[in-house]
């Protein structure tokens, strides 16, 4: 069975302080991992697409990481407004249409 | 940017009542999609719409619902009637026409069932 699973669930970091969250996966084949923000009462926020095992994608703080069974989102030196939920969610190879999504990642960035 | 919108942002109903939630889903994607999150679980999948047909629909889309694009704009979901167990916010996605393109969603409704 496809299944996707973050962690931790919440992490609490305090200004400046880096970490990563992790994506796990477990699918039949992989045709892309998509990395999601998703502030509270808002819809995900479209942030990467990764498609092939040591692929990189950056945008400011952010750098998202992909290896055969996994995902890290890197977050260097955050900021209070990096607070947020962060999802993930895989698309597998033999149904493009199908989104697998995780529980995501409740970031908590204090100043 | 081009963005998918959705209306109401908050619907409110009671057991047994019909609702209509609305979306306009992005001007050249091909895919639409319904999923729905349930106070602090996981977004589910519910229903997926490509060339006016549903394409794949999870466990969850029972005959209680049903989609439609009725012109070349919007697209709906209707609950014919509502059950608490609907409560949840409810969103909107589409995509390209790309295999590999991202779904982008809207800002969701949230319905309450009473």
């Known amino acids: 069975e496809d299944q996707v699973t973050q962690s931790p669930e919440a992490l609490r970091l305090q200004e400046g302080e880096s970490s990563s969250l992790n994506c796990s996966y477990t699918?039949?084949?992989?045709?892309?991992l998509f990395w999601y923000r998703q502030d509270p009462g808002k819809g995900p926020e479209f942030l990467f697409t990764?498609?092939?095992a040591g692929e990189e994608k950056e945008k400011e703080r952010l750098k998202a990481t992909l290896t055969k069974k996994e995902s890290f989102l890197h977050i260097t030196a955050p900021k209070p407004e990096d607070s947020a939920t962060y999802l993930c969610?895989?698309?597998?190879?033999?149904?493009?249409?199908?989104?697998?999504f995780g529980s995501g990642t409740k970031l908590n960035v204090k100043p | 940017e081009p963005e998918v919108t959705q209306t109401p942002s908050h619907q409110v109903t009671q057991m047994g009542q019909e609702v209509i939630l609305r979306c306009v889903p992005i001007?050249?994607?091909?895919?639409f999609y319904w999923y729905r999150q349930i106070l602090g679980q996981k977004v589910e999948f519910l229903v997926s719409?490509?060339?006016?047909?549903?394409?794949?629909k999870s466990e969850i889309f029972d005959d209680q619902f049903s989609v439609e694009r009725p012109d070349g704009s919007n697209f709906t979901l209707k609950i014919r009637s509502t059950k608490l167990e609907d409560s949840a916010m409810y969103f909107c996605?589409?995509?390209?026409?790309?295999?590999?393109?991202?779904?982008?969603f809207g800002n969701g409704t949230r319905l309450t069932v009473t």
């Open positions: 996605a589409s995509r390209q026409g790309s295999y590999n393109s991202p779904l982008h």
């Open positions: 699918v039949s084949g992989l045709r892309g």
């Open positions: 990764l498609y092939s």
């Open positions: 969610a895989v698309q597998v190879r033999d149904n493009f249409n199908k989104f697998y």
């Open positions: 001007s050249n994607h091909l895919y």
């Open positions: 719409f490509y060339n006016n047909e549903i394409s794949e």
